[in-house]
């Protein structure tokens, strides 16, 4: 039997394309994870994010959010916070498989390999869904063909809140595809700051203090040598930022490739 329009896994719906889900997990009250299926035409560059949403009574209610799949996947993947009272995810923490998303159609973004000169180690610094990019960029084997090492640190404030990196981590290691090529090359780092664990403290801090290299047997960090991506919150990207000029680190762009590149995992209060 020929499915009809309304059975297709993707709607091609002109600005944007109303995707299928077909997978969600939920790791916590406020965080979870969805696949959707992909547009054949959509195409993106690892760390990219989207304009995604769900039809509202009279627009769709849309935001950005990072592509969390590598490119190569045939779905999509993304990782949500669930906002109390948030116009867009109130609802879309109830999606189930079967339920459509609209996925918009031009990927962009800063934090791509792309806006960062060549370099040896490249550092990922994520707090809370600030993960979800570099969830793309660490399944990507093109990743391990431009450097050595990839450094990937997520903080939150407890541990169920890192439950989505570390699972990633771990499937990482059986990957038919990557996981040859990530093994021994992926250093993954997680800290929690609001209950006691191994490892505790703000990335900022341990950065600082250099307990952060001391516990991955690393070098500290040095334009020479490392890249840097980050996504957080502004206040933790801001502050990274002064840290690595202050070690005189410049920002890249598309335009101009740098030594780092910032994005913020949320336009907060005033931004
Ligand atoms: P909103 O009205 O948008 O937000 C209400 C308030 O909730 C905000 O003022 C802020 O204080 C807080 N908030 C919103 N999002 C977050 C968050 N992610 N973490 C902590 N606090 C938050 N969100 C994701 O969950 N995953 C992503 O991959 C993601 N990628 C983004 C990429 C970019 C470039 C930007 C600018 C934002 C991204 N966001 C992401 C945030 C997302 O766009 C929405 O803000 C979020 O989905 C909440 O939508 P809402 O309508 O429910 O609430
Ligand atoms: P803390 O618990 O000390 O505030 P949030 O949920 O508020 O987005 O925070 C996610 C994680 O980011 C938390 O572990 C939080 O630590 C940390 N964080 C918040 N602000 C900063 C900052 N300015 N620099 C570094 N880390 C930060």
Redesign the pocket.
Known sequence: MLDTVQDADVIDQGAFFACKVTEVEHFTDDLFRFRTARPATLRFRPGE?LMIGLEGEKKP?L????V?SPSWDDTLE??????E??????R?RNIQPGDRVLVGRKPT?TLVTDALKPGKRLYMLST??GA??FASLIREPGVYEQFDEVVFTHTCRTSPELTYSRGLVEALKTDPLVGEAAAGRLVYFDSVTREDGPRKGRITTLIETGELFEMIERPVLNPETDRVMICG?MAMLEELKAMLEARGFEEGSNAKPGDFVV???????GV
Request: overall charge neutral; glycine content about 12%; cysteine-free.
């Open positions: 994010f209610i935001r950005a959010y990072s969390a993304f990782y949500s916070i669930k906002v009272d948030g116009a867009l995810t109130s879309l973004g809370g869904t979800a990019p919150s994005e913020k995992a949320f336009a907060g209060e």
